[in-house]
């Protein structure tokens, strides 16, 4: 099965000037190509429209497309609250908000839509939550509260960027902080004060621009605010001041960005984070988080936090635990050279460090928000939430709990799981079916295995571990495939590996290998594509020498067996004079259209293939802009939608088991999911 790791470049147009594609061939089937045969009969697919997807491909934590956790809460009880934009806890339908009992997530009734930004418990143990649409559908941002039945809206937010950033239990009730013109119909900038009945205005922000409150800290005798602002209730203020119950003076001097988070260490050290650009001489790169001097100066603390060029990154919670001050937010590496993802705690006897891992929070590579956005203090443990597929070498999706020797574990679940995801992104490497399952390369993480696994098997018990050789580099594996030998074909962007799979050996002569179709013997079928004419070829390989079987006027994307047949699929209308219109069938040494047609609109993004006895599932990246269309099928009657769009991108099939696998890049989501059959 044919796939491009490298999802991320356009229509097949490589680096490399030739790209193979290469598949293993069996017995005779055509006279001029004889060994053409596939390695057995071809999978069921009965009960294949019938089918569902399957729960038990989840990830521990909090998923969704798209899905975040942006805050944390804890009830007096000990149950942990989580917000933010997700759809399934550990298998349990959810709505953007849920619970945590110690034993399992539950969904809070109905949810709440949008994006629930802010939750706090306030000292009658009630749950509130701040929230806001995701796409702007006339609705209101809001602050709900749940009486432990139902939520209940108490007041919407006015104003033309209207939003609650911050939100705190304070003496006498709750104070709400973002960037409002007013809030459950009461005019107010930017922070309000809600005693249980009624709204007042707390202090009105003066600025120019987009001001704004982003960060709330409840001290001793009041709080203290930060965000983006010159000015609270008339005092000059340079984005952070406090409230001492009396009046408002400003916390420091000015700071150079907005703050999303305030926190005040046991010494009376205040830290600030959030985008944060200190003059070092070059003022490129945010420093992101400071700390006051005990002249009333903001300095940037420990040379700060970068993140990188396309996505420079803020810090979005701060936890100080006594010496210690962890960070969490959307960088990347601190100075002078330390490599930080999302996750990073401050000594001021020994600097930066890394939490959980020298790794932290694997993030996704392709997002920039990325990362850590809520930490919350449960004991002598830190729960930290976020959008993020590992924390450590552990699979946890976006929120996990790590221990004061910062071991880290998911959540717990009585539900199994069998979700799996990149331990460096969402995605794995491949996936192929052989007779002992599905086997996918990584490096993986998964529950129960950890993280930095180099390939695992799928079977009934679930996954297992496997070696591979320390030759291969995984992040180049391309396609695997199992033999009927049981031994592997693992195509890279170096070449193709043949043998068993902690020994395998190069193919002399191949160079970039995008896919591996095992068959019943021991040849090869080559696709190539030449990038200086965009232009395809396939070829038989026995061992010594390359044989033309026909050449593409276009790009070649995908082999598959279908029957006794090659089948083809790419961005082609012609193969060796034969019109065909992206698919082109190999039989007996001639070529001819299959007359599928075209699965999706033109231009789409690259087919992903799997054959069956009743006919091909097709795949594809997404439509010409990017976004996802559904997996299809093509049987006797035509072409037929398969499961209403909830792939977000495929980027491999496989078909074994009385299931179809899908590794698709599916940020929030396990990379791998399972489409299983029905009755």
């Known amino acids: 099965m044919l796939v491009d790791a490298r999802w991320w470049l356009p229509r097949w147009r490589l680096a490399a000037t030739t790209t193979l594609a290469v598949g293993v061939l069996g ?14 009969p071809a999978p069921s697919c009965a009960g294949l429209e019938a089918g569902a997807w399957d729960p038990a491909f989840a990830l521990p934590g909090l ?11 804890r009830g007096g ?16 339908a959810v709505r953007n908000v849920a619970m945590h ?24 143990g009630v749950l509130w939550a701040a929230g806001h649409p995701l796409v702007d559908d006339g609705t209101a941002p809001y602050l709900a509260r749940w009486d432990g039945a139902t939520w209940t809206v108490v007041a919407e937010v006015a104003g ?60 001793g005798d009041g709080y203290c605010v930060g965000g983006n602002f010159d000015a609270i209730a008339g005092v000059a203020a340079g984005g952070a001041a406090c409230w001492d119950g009396v009046a408002w003076t400003a916390l420091g001097d000015q700071l150079p960005g907005t703050l999303r988070a305030l926190a005040q260490g046991p010494d009376g050290t205040w830290y600030a984070g959030g985008s944060l650009f200190f003059d070092d001489g070059s003022n490129d790169v ?45 960088f990347t590496a601190a100075p002078p050279d330390l490599q930080l993802t999302g996750l990073a705690r401050w000594r001021a006897s020994d600097g930066w460090h890394a939490v959980a891992s020298t790794r932290g929070v694997h993030q996704e590579p392709t997002f920039c928000g990325a990362g850590v956005r809520a930490l919350l ?48 992104g969402p995605l794995v490497g491949a996936i192929g079916a052989g007779a002992d399952g599905l086997v996918a390369t990584g490096p993986l993480a998964i529950a129960g295995l950890g993280g930095d696994v180099p390939a695992a098997r799928l079977d009934a018990d679930g996954w297992h571990a496997l070696a591979i050789d320390p030759a291969i580099v995984l992040r180049e594996v391309i396609d695997v495939a199992i033999r009927p030998d049981g031994t592997y074909a693992i195509a890279t962007q170096r070449g193709l590996w043949v043998g068993p799979l902690d020994a395998l050996q190069p193919v002399p002569g191949t160079d970039l290998v995008t896919g591996v179709l095992a068959t019943a013997g021991a040849d090869l079928i080559v696709a190539t594509n030449r990038r200086d004419v965009d232009r395809g070829e396939v070829l038989r390989w026995d061992g010594a020498t390359l044989t033309s079987l026909g050449a593409f006027d276009d790009t070649v994307a995908e082999l598959a067996w279908d029957g006794d047949a090659v089948l083809v699929a790419g961005d082609f209308h012609d193969v060796d004079g034969v019109a065909v219109d992206g698919f082109a069938r190999y039989r007996d040494g001639a070529w001819s259209d299959p007359g599928f047609g075209a699965p999706f609109a033109r231009p789409t993004a690259l087919f992903r293939v799997a054959t069956c006895d009743r006919g091909v599932v097709v795949g594809t990246l997404g439509d010409a802009a990017g976004v996802p269309v559904p997996l299809r099928f093509h049987d006797a009657s035509g072409w037929h939608d398969l499961d ?30 399972a489409w299983r059959f029905g009755p």
């Open 27 to 40: 017995a005779a089937c055509g006279d001029d190509a004889p060994g053409l045969a596939p390695p057995g």
């Open 63 to 73: 998923t969704g497309a798209g899905s975040q956790v942006d805050t944390l809460a």
């Open 77 to 92: 009880d000990g149950a942990l609250y989580a917000g933010g934009v997700f759809a399934d806890a550990a298998g349990r």
């Open 101 to 124: 009992d110690g034993a399992d997530w539950a969904p809070l009734g109905d949810g709440l839509p949008g994006e629930v930004t802010r939750l706090v418990v306030d000292g009658d």
């Open 160 to 219: 033309a960027s209207a939003g609650i950033d911050a939100l705190a239990v304070v003496p006498g009730g709750l104070l709400a902080g973002g960037a409002f013109d007013g809030i459950g119909g009461v005019a107010a900038h930017g922070l309000a004060r809600f005693d249980g009945a009624t709204w007042s205005a707390a202090g009105d922000l003066g600025g120019d621009g987009a001001v704004f409150v982003g960060a709330i800290a409840v001290t």
């Open 286 to 330: 945010p420093q992101m988080i400071a700390y006051l001097d005990g002249d009333g100066a903001w300095q940037p603390l420990g040379g700060g936090l970068r993140g990188w060029f396309e996505c420079p990154g803020e810090v979005d919670a701060i936890h100080v635990d006594g010496d210690d001050v962890v960070v969490a937010g959307t």
């Open 377 to 424: 203090a449960a004991d002598d443990d830190l729960i930290v939430g976020g959008r993020f597929a590992s924390a450590g070498d552990v699979a946890a999706a976006n929120v996990a709990r790590i221990a004061a020797d910062e071991a880290v574990t998911p959540l717990p679940s009585p539900r199994p799981t069998r979700g799996v995801t990149g331990a460096d």
């Open 644 to 673: 209403g769009g909830r792939v977000h991108a495929a980027v491999d099939l496989a078909i074994t088991d009385g299931a179809l696998y899908v590794d698709e890049r599916a940020p929030g989501r396990s990379a791998i999911a």
